[in-house]
Structures are given as C-alpha cells and as structure tokens.
C-alpha cells in the first residue's frame, strides 16, 4: 500500500530556509509512471501546488515561488526533498508531499498525498 | 494565473444531487482533459475523487461523476450522503510554465 510521509521542523524562523523531506513507500520515485510533488496549504485557505520532480531528475516549479523552492530526490533512500528560502510569515502552512499520476508524459492528478505537516514561520 | 472559480458553498439535503462548478480559462480548464476534483474533510489530506475530467479513481462511489463543457468542469454528487459534507477543490494542469491551477474551493453542507 502506497504511503507518503513528510518530515522536517514545525517551526522556522523568518528569512531561513524551510526543509522538508517526503518518504515513500509501498512504490518507488523511480517509476517512469509517475511524477512527486509537493503542495501546501495556508490556514483556512487552498490549495497551492509548489513543485514537481520526475524519475529522471527533470524539475519543475510553481513561477511564483520558483526563485526560492529546489526539488530534489534521493532515489536510494526512495525519498524527495523541498527547500523554501527566504521564508516569511506568508509561507505558514501546512506542506503536502503527494504522487501525480503521468499520462502520455503529462502529470495530470495527486493521486496518492501524505498526512501534511503544519510548518508555522515565527521568530 | 489565477485561481479557478468556484462557488463558495454548495448545500443540499440527504438523498439530492448537487453540482459543484469551476470556471477557468482556455489556457487551462479548456486546454487539456486533466482537470481533477478532490474532497478534504477538515484536518485532513485532500482525496482524488476525479481525474482526467470525468474518471473515477478506483474505490470512488460512482455517485461523483465529473464533467467539463468548453472552460468550465462540473463535480456531480448523487444521492447526497452526511459523509460527503467537506471541502471540494478543482484543478486543472495548464501546461508548461503554469503547472497546475486550483480552484477556490467549495464548502459542501448536507442539510
């Protein structure tokens, strides 16, 4: 049975960095079938997707947050990671790491999320 | 980009049918057949009910049905039941650059 989990602080302090980690088991990020994402989720707001990564390393990023986020993946411990630099209160959230199912080399859903870990930014 | 639109909250009584909209554009619900609906109960992970507009992940109560006419998807609900009360969230993927768009958000009420 598919399972996400993420990991990292619950807290951090405005300006450093955000590190979150998301382990996968019951499948393997190296599937060419699907993508791994990350999303988040601001107190009573919606959904936001943040950032993508796929089996062969390719990356891809939400524009508006592209200049601060790095997807990354380590395949041997069937795990991937998101850093958010710079953060303010504005990134309060709760995180999702979650499977996006590829069709003809589109992601085309998050069909597999984990729990969420609130990460709150406060000195 | 902008969010998609969806109506604030969306009510009905056990046993009714609601329909639940979000609105795009043609750069992004029009575009690709890949918008999808999720249900998320409070304090808990969003849940795919639909996929590539119209299809039902296995496990789904065929009671949610989607479907999308030009830049507008729709999320049906048959037979309304108590466990349906949640939050219901389109996205749609909107192609190189932009990724994928959500909607506002719908509050579902079973009255």
């Known amino acids: 049975q598919l399972q996400l989990q993420e990991s990292g602080p619950g807290l951090v302090k405005p300006s450093e960095t955000l590190s979150l980690t998301c382990t996968v088991s019951?499948?393997?990020?190296?599937?060419?079938?699907?993508?791994w994402g990350w999303l988040r989720q601001p107190p009573g707001k919606g959904l936001e997707w943040i950032a993508s990564i796929y089996y062969s390393g390719s990356t891809y990023y939400n524009a508006s947050l592209r200049s601060r986020v790095t997807i990354s993946q380590d395949t041997s411990r069937n795990e991937f990671s998101l850093d958010l630099r710079s953060v303010a209160a504005a990134d309060t959230a709760v995180y999702y790491c979650?499977?996006?199912?590829?069709?003809?080399?589109?992601?085309?859903?998050?069909?597999?999320w984990g729990q969420g870990t609130l990460v709150t930014v406060s000195s | 980009q902008s969010a998609l639109t969806q109506p604030a909250s969306v009510s009905g009584s056990p046993g009714q049918s609601i329909t639940i909209s979000c609105t795009g554009t043609s750069s992004d619900v029009g575009s690709y057949n890949f918008v999808s609906w999720y249900q998320q109960h409070p304090s808990k992970a969003p849940k795919l009910m639909i996929y590539e507009d119209r299809k039902r992940p296995s496990g789904v109560s065929d009671r949610f049905s989607g479907s999308k006419s030009g830049n507008t998807a729709s999320l049906t609900i048959s037979g309304l039941q108590a466990e349906d009360e949640a939050d219901y969230y389109c996205c749609a993927y909107a192609g190189s650059g932009i990724f994928y768009v959500f909607g506002t958000g719908t509050k579902v009420t079973v009255l």
């Open positions: 979650a499977r996006i199912h590829s069709v003809h080399g589109y992601g085309d859903s998050f069909d597999c």
């Open positions: 019951g499948d393997s990020i190296s599937s060419s079938s699907y993508y």
